[in-house]
């Protein structure tokens, strides 16, 4: 049976709802409600939260990715706001309503770009280290210090713009698997989005953390 009270399952032989702490005993004493459908509150999109919701309407939600694996959604039962992700794994979710789309997140691009700030920095800085070479003898040393720098400078370009298009092609991807990927913030900002990234996937760090590395590396040797 079932607590009319807050809904939790209450086991055979106990004495009163674990949940609430409504006695057994007054439960027996009326006849069991007529069940009535789930009723869901979402907040969607960050704003404020809407409902209720009945299963049916949660299950076209999920469908049309109204609902994604993050929403904070609220059911009769819950102590406080609690991911989609996590409810559907709970008793509160209706086995009627789909599990969101979830694709076997690949993190190919993640891991690229863990390591892309050595990598594109080793290709540009070789590319300096010839130029220099053939530079060397034909011009002076005025000229050769302007064409280090401009060297200097486009490399730095060509490097965020490596960075920021891996992470914007990981960011398309989990937008395909049924993320919301509005909380990850702008692509530009790397080191930001992977924090945000692992969170989200809970997931370790590991990949920001080779990227800080790398990036160091980058600055420091290079």
Known sequence: MYCRE??????????????CGTPVDEL?????????????YCVLDGKS????????????MVSNKLIQNNTPVWHKGLEDWTEFSKVRESKYYDDRVPSLKKEHINDSWMW????????????????????????????????LYQTELDLFRFSWIITLS???????????????CGYDTRQLGSYLIIPANMYKRARMLNQSQVCLVIWIVTFAIDVLFF
């Open 6 to 19: 807050c809904g939790q399952e209450i086991f055979d032989g106990a004495a009163f709802c674990e949940n």
């Open 162 to 176: 490596i960075n920021s298009f891996l992470t914007y092609q990981d960011c398309k991807m989990l937008k395909k």
């Open 28 to 40: 027996m004493k009326s006849p069991p409600p007529t069940p009535v459908l789930n009723q869901w």
């Open 112 to 143: 690229t770009l863990a390591f892309a700030p050595l990598l594109s920095s080793s290709v540009f800085y070789t590319y300096q280290y010839y130029t220099y070479l053939n530079l060397a003898n034909d011009v002076s040393n005025a000229e």
């Open 49 to 60: 939260p809407s409902g209720p919701y009945s299963d049916e309407q949660i299950n076209d």
